[in-house]
């Protein structure tokens, strides 16, 4: 593979999520990176995966993948109480090493682990670029069962004081106040998400709420990442965090109105979003 400039380098596992329907790929390197090249952005994706599935519409984009046995596996189980997941394999880790020094200077660098698997001190070498982080899998653990839960991110003030931008779910934190606080504190532009409530935004000191418009729910699976893909493109195109989430909140309720990867908004939805004004 040549490899070519890209404008959005997107770092972390793609995964491989189990579902009623049948294994279909998954994780924020999926999504955020479909969402990105829908965006109309030259897309990069460093990654660990095994090759079980087909990479089917992420054929399009450039990979440097670091092969692993198995790709890293989820399952999530709906039930009353809320969303149970569990996860089988996790693929290798993702390092300096594995990127390709003409992609550390592109736009914006979006560092996506979903199971601990990016190094954290990744921050200190890409200081050229927007960098935005969805840490979700530096805030996972998993017991000896494979359930995931949310555990202690002894690097996060190390790693959110060195990025543009964060996204995190209320989810991801367990619903943890005073974890979001921290972050905030920690933090350049937080924003964080809260399924059917939108979203809510730190930045300079000011906090406020962008509340997504009334859709028909059909998958939110990969919503989340839909949201930060276009809220860091937003972020680096207008430099305006407000704007940027009312953009992204927009696209991510579009997002979940279809199932799976066929969620990715079209050109003529992000149109739309793009000329809609505060």
């Not at 394999?89 to 090493?97: K, Y």
């Not at 698997?117 to 969805?134: A, C, F, K, Y």
Request: net charge negative.
């Amino acid at each position: 593979m040549s490899i070519e400039p890209i404008d959005y380098l997107m770092i972390g596992h793609i995964t491989r999520d189990e579902t009623s329907a049948g294994p279909r790929l998954g994780g924020t390197a999926t999504f955020s990176s479909l969402m990105a090249k829908a965006l109309g952005l030259r897309v990069g994706l460093v990654t660990s995966w095994g090759s079980d599935l087909s990479l089917g519409p992420l054929s399009e984009i450039p990979i440097v993948n670091l092969p692993a046995e198995h790709s890293t596996t989820f399952e999530n189980i709906t039930t009353p109480e809320g969303r149970i997941q569990k996860i089988f394999h996790v693929a290798n880790s993702i390092d300096l090493n594995l990127i390709p020094e003409q992609w550390l200077s592109a736009s914006i660098v979006h560092i996506g682990p979903i199971a601990q698997e990016v190094e954290p001190t990744l921050v200190r070498h890409l200081s050229n670029s927007l960098i935005g982080t969805t840490p979700q899998g530096w805030l996972r653990s998993w017991d000896e069962n494979g359930r995931v839960v949310p555990t202690e991110w002894p690097e996060a003030s190390f790693v959110l004081s060195n990025v543009g931008a964060a996204v995190v779910s209320t989810e991801d934190v367990g619903y943890d106040e005073s974890r979001i606080e921290e972050m905030a504190i920690a933090s350049r532009v937080l924003a964080v998400t809260e399924s059917s409530e939108g979203v809510r935004l730190f930045w300079n000191g000011d906090v406020r709420r962008f509340r997504p418009p009334t859709v028909s729910e059909v998958d939110t699976t990969g919503a989340g990442d839909i949201f930060a893909a276009a809220f860091f493109y937003r972020l680096y195109t207008t430099r305006d965090p407000w704007e940027a989430a009312r953009f992204a909140v927009q696209l991510a309720a579009v997002s979940i109105t279809r199932p799976g990867l066929s969620a990715i908004p079209t050109q003529e939805e992000i149109q739309e979003c793009m000329t809609e004004v505060l």
